[in-house]
């Protein structure tokens, strides 16, 4: 099941900055696995890939402690990705062209939230994997995150 951590570290540019990171199984539902096969679509950036804001990004608030985050990408992606495309039918609250590939939600503390960088990773491990461990990956250089930015303007 996806799930979404807040980390601290990841941000080259910034140490101190707090990073939303979602994890998700390339096994696991549809949802899941059309979130993993982003990717394909990613541009190499220095230890990470990169997905064009155009075609989708990361939507995320905050309500009383509990993050929502949803990762959305335009129809036009959906093709590609081999997924069934009906499966997708909510759309993205700034879009409505786009569509809601995957909704994650976490407590998370907001003070620490405050803290966090605008971009959001996508981190996708075997099933079964804790998020813990996914971010280490991340952390050595050992595994590549998908950057998800947010909604163009």
């Not at 939600?105 to 461990?133: C, N």
């Amino acid at each position: 099941m996806a799930e979404a951590v807040l980390c601290d570290g990841l941000d080259p540019d910034d140490p101190d900055a707090m990073t939303v990171v979602v994890v998700v199984s390339d096994v696991a539902d549809h949802h899941e696995r059309a979130v993993a096969r982003l990717a394909s679509y990613g541009y190499e950036g220095e230890n990470c890939l990169y997905l064009v804001r155009t075609d989708g990004w990361a939507e995320r608030r905050l309500d009383d402690g509990l993050l929502t985050v949803d990762i959305v990408a335009h129809s036009a992606l959906l093709r590609g990705l081999e997924v069934d495309r009906d499966r997708f039918t909510e759309r993205s609250v700034g879009d409505p062209a786009a569509l809601r590939l995957l909704r994650v939600e976490a407590r998370v503390d907001p003070g620490a939230y405050g803290r966090a960088s605008e971009v959001t990773l996508v981190l996708t491990v075997p099933a079964g994997t804790p998020a813990e461990q996914a971010v280490e990956g991340v952390r050595t250089g050992e595994d590549w995150p998908l950057v998800l930015t947010p909604q163009p303007d």
